[in-house]
């Protein structure tokens, strides 16, 4: 499955995407 998580810093937004079976 794909997992997305969204971490949200002072300085921005950063996208981090986790792909798995």
């Known amino acids: 499955?794909?997992?997305v998580k969204i971490?949200?810093?002072g300085r921005g937004?950063?996208?981090h995407v986790?792909?798995?079976e």
Do not use: D, K
């Open 7 to 9: 971490l949200i810093f």
């Open 1 to 3: 499955t794909t997992g």
């Open 13 to 15: 937004t950063q996208v």
């Open 18 to 20: 986790e792909a798995s």
